[in-house]
């Protein structure tokens, strides 16, 4: 890992490397349409990526409704995971969400999740309810978080 670290706006072009990283980090992961989806028709949908020189290594989503701000994903590559880069892509989405007007953010995270948990604590999330059967790979139950920001 370089320090040439840098944030940017995700583009189409990204899509590819984007892939690879959904791939890598989840066992449904979305599917090209449903970025192309989310970069080119959702008025509400903000992304950003995390990268290392050319390389995207991890990325960020959010739906910023009104003054809620709701992460739809957030991964990073596996061989870049434990460098604190899921929490300086949290840090900057909730930097970017205030920028937006959002006053609260929320999130579902599996409950079995508990690096992620731990990740979302550290910004002060809390547990809010449970989405029973929430992920359709194995019905496991979403946590939904909560923070005001």
């Known amino acids: 890992m370089t320090k040439s670290l840098t944030f940017r706006f ?29 970069l080119t028709k ?3 949908a903000v992304y950003i990526v995390l990268e290392d020189e050319e390389q995207v290594v991890g990325y960020c989503g959010v739906w910023i409704v009104v003054d809620e ?3 739809t994903n957030i991964a990073i ?23 937006m007007g959002a006053k609260s953010m929320t999130l579902e995270v599996r409950v079995t999740n508990f690096v992620a948990q731990s990740l979302y604590r ?4 809390q547990e809010g309810a449970i ?13 939904v978080m909560w923070v005001n920001i």
């Open 77 to 99: 590559l596996p061989q870049f995971r434990g460098n604190k880069l899921g929490e300086a892509l949290m840090r900057k989405m909730i930097e970017l969400a205030k920028e």
């Open 10 to 38: 995700m583009n189409e072009e990204d899509i590819d490397q984007i892939l690879k990283i959904e791939e890598q980090s989840f066992a449904t992961p979305w599917s090209r349409e449903a970025f192309e989806n989310e």
């Open 69 to 71: 701000a709701h992460i």
């Open 122 to 125: 550290k910004f002060g999330f």
């Open 42 to 44: 959702n008025q509400f």
């Open 131 to 143: 989405r029973k059967n929430y992920y359709t790979d194995n019905q496991e139950d979403a946590l």
